[in-house]
């Protein structure tokens, strides 16, 4: 006996549910479990929202000696040709280069090195070339004042002295730069505590760091820019300080349940 068509047609659409059902079942249970992951992450923004946030900063400062001294020595030239200004200049700075770096052999504390150079036109009333003039410098850079002073004082002769910088050498300043951090954080991590602990919350986490510093310089008495009157007498010299400063400024999270 075979069964009716009637019959065949629900047995037919029961075998399409089914296989329908075990396609998609697998599908959903994998979007299911895919959307999982955004949740458990929508979760914790959620709880981070939940907890106020504060911006703060600390700091840390140190008032450090200038350990080094820049002396640049100058000369001017000037002459009716471009080529003549420049062959002096040159040949006078070829000549007190090598006399300072002879005065300076064995002392690995100076060093002398060249510093500007120019030349230029002078023109007159009618607008024509009259004249050209040149200017060279060299530069006389130490940690040890006493030897700078006496060597840019026996060069003045044929270079005068132009100017002096203080300032503290890179190698002192890391030092300083690396304490002052360590007392930077320190001091942020006490503020960021009294400060949750002011609002009655019994802890806090750190949301994003920034670090900064600066130098501010203190030079000493106009007094030491002056030459000597006798060229052959080593300059007084009498570096100043500079403030270094290293700041440590975030925002933070003040978490956890209130007291």
Known sequence: MYPSRTKCNAVLSAILVISVWAVAAPAQAQQNATASGPQETSSRHARHHKWPQATLQAEAVSEVAHDTVRITLATEVSDASQAAVAQV????????????KAKAKGNDKVKAFSGDYRVWPMNDKDGKISDWRGR???????????EASRLASELSDRMPIDGLAFSVSPKVRAEHEDALLTQAAQ???DRAQALATAFGYQG???????????????????????MSADRKVAVPLEAGTERITVAVSGSIFLHSDKK
Not at 91 to 100: G, R
Not at 136 to 146: P, Y
Not at 204 to 226: N, T, V, W
């Open 89 to 100: 200049l040159t040949q006078t700075l070829d000549e007190v280069m090598k006399q300072a």
């Open 136 to 146: 060279g410098e060299i530069i006389l850079e130490s940690t040890d004042f006493a």
């Open 187 to 189: 001091a942020f991590r």
């Open 204 to 226: 806090y986490s750190i949301k994003q760091i920034d670090l900064g510093g600066a130098g501010a310089r203190y030079e000493s008495a106009p007094r030491m820019m002056a």
